[in-house]
T-cell receptor, first 114, second 111 residues
């Protein structure tokens, strides 16, 4: 079946603009994760959704970052007033939930803030 | 906060060699992840394990809960195994998705 789909695959934006990144998880996956990978920084956790529970937002780096998940499926990560340090690859993953469920990653959105 | 350390940072091997990548973490965990990232960026989950050993093809992952240490082994390595291998552990007190990632081990297997 289809994997995790992210769009756009690449996004170039000017400093100060808002951007929206989209993630379509695998159908039936209740858990959805956002991570980012910056050059030289490795992977870092941003936010985690599990079913109808309140999301774990503890990884969001500032209040310019927000995410929502509508209908338990598609998720949107929004970055307001983008800064150059926001440039990174933003990765979405989904799983069936539970501690033994492997993560399925999308191909990511490469964000460049000029 | 859980600290996750990987070694080595870079590894070059000849085709056919046995490879070991190590991962240590500072706080007890429920499960540890091993991920593979190929050039071009796609990330694949290789293993999740909470105890003992798991095997998939030529890949073997082991974990020692008492020593807070895990290893990823590749037997009969092949150039297509060239990738970055990343371990990840849940952050202490965090949710299941709140993972702390190692910096990765870049493996290059020469023919």
């Amino acid at each position: 079946g289809a994997g995790v789909s992210q769009s756009p695959s690449n996004k170039v934006t000017e400093k100060g603009k808002d951007v929206e990144l989209r993630c379509d998880p695998i159908s039936g996956h209740t858990a959805l994760y956002w991570y980012r990978q910056s050059l030289g920084q490795g992977l870092e956790f941003l936010i985690y959704f599990q079913g109808n529970s309140a999301p774990d937002k503890s990884g969001l780096p500032s209040d310019r970052f927000s995410a929502e998940r509508t209908g338990g499926s598609v998720s949107t990560l929004t970055i307001q007033r983008t800064q150059q340090e926001d440039s990174a690859v933003y990765l979405c993953a989904s799983s069936l939930g539970g501690f033994n469920s492997p993560l399925h990653f999308g191909n990511g959105t490469r964000l460049t803030v000029t | 906060k859980n600290e996750v350390e990987q070694s080595p940072q870079n590894l070059t091997a000849q085709e056919g060699e046995f490879i070991t990548i190590n991962c240590s973490y500072s706080v007890g965990i429920s499960a540890l992840h091993w991920l593979q990232q190929h050039p071009g960026g796609g990330i694949v989950s290789l293993f999740m394990l909470s105890s003992g050993k798991k095997k998939h093809g030529r890949l073997i992952a082991t974990i020692n809960i008492q020593e807070k240490h895990s290893s990823l082994h590749i037997t009969a390595s092949h150039p297509r195994d060239s990738a970055v291998y990343i371990c990840a552990a849940p952050n202490y007190g965090g949710s299941q998705g709140n993972l702390i990632f190692g910096k990765g081990t870049k493996l290059s297997v020469k023919p």
